[in-house]
């Protein structure tokens, strides 16, 4: 089964500094990586997705994510952040052929105005 | 349309009660999901449904939990005999499925509950 690790739980930062959020997961086969987002009080929604193909991808709201296969990495950084990226951040993975979702425990990212 | 709906958005019981939450996917949307989310930890999968295939119970904790989907679109999710363990947020997801890729999933807001 696939696990995923999300490590700093809690991270706090000033407006225009810069955010990067580690995910590992473990799993030996193909898989694709999400990136989602729950801001507060709102449903958890997509913030960005790998599949296959150009391992940077960039998703909504300045966020882009590395996919390094042979770390097992799916790293979601963001160069500026703004007030309005505070919100918890979930990595996700799904092995091919597998619907289920395996989420890593998430980060709460608070950005102080 | 409108997206997945739940309800109710808060339930509280006494412990050792049975509680049904309820899921209403997006139209149109064959694959259907749980999960829950407790404190502190990241979504744990629970059951899916994919149209009239068997369902894919492998994540129900216990065998206080089931779920049923009825005519591919509602879902309940039962857990009976209610533990202070079962306190979480219930979260219910849908998506289209061609069968041959990974199809986005779209979150309800989530069922929280709280066992006394």
């Known amino acids: 089964a696939q696990s995923v690790s999300q490590h700093n739980h809690h991270v706090i930062l000033s407006e225009a500094a810069s955010l990067e959020l580690g995910c590992n997961y473990s799993?030996?086969?193909?898989?694709?990586l999400f990136w989602y987002v729950q801001y507060p009080g709102q449903h958890l929604q997509l913030l960005l997705k790998?599949?296959?193909?150009?391992?940077l991808v960039k998703g909504i709201k300045g966020f882009e994510a590395e996919f390094i296969k042979s770390k097992f990495s799916f790293n979601l950084r963001k160069p500026s952040v703004q007030w309005s990226d505070t919100a918890e951040y979930f990595c996700?993975?799904?092995?091919?052929?597998?619907?289920?979702?395996?989420f890593g425990k998430g980060n709460q990212v608070v950005v102080i105005p | 349309g409108a997206g997945v709906s739940q309800s109710p958005s808060n339930k509280v019981t006494e412990k050792g009660k049975d509680v049904e939450l309820r899921c209403d996917p997006i139209?149109?949307?064959?694959?259907l999901y749980w999960y829950r989310q407790s404190l502190g930890q990241g979504l744990e999968f629970l059951i899916y449904?994919?149209?009239?295939?068997?369902?894919?119970k492998s994540g129900l904790p216990s065998d206080r939990f089931s779920a049923e989907r009825t005519g591919g679109s509602v879902s309940t999710l039962t857990i009976q005999r209610t533990q202070q363990e079962d306190s979480a947020v219930y979260l219910c997801?849908?998506?289209?499925?061609?069968?041959?890729?990974?199809?986005?999933?779209?979150f309800g807001p989530g069922t929280r509950l709280t066992v006394l």
């Open positions: 139209s149109g949307h064959t694959a």
């Open positions: 799993y030996g086969g193909t898989v694709n």
């Open positions: 996700a993975v799904n092995a091919k052929g597998n619907n289920r979702l395996a």
């Open positions: 790998y599949f296959s193909g150009d391992p």
């Open positions: 449904f994919q149209g009239n295939s068997a369902p894919d």
């Open positions: 997801a849908s998506s289209q499925h061609d069968g041959l890729s990974y199809n986005e999933q779209f």
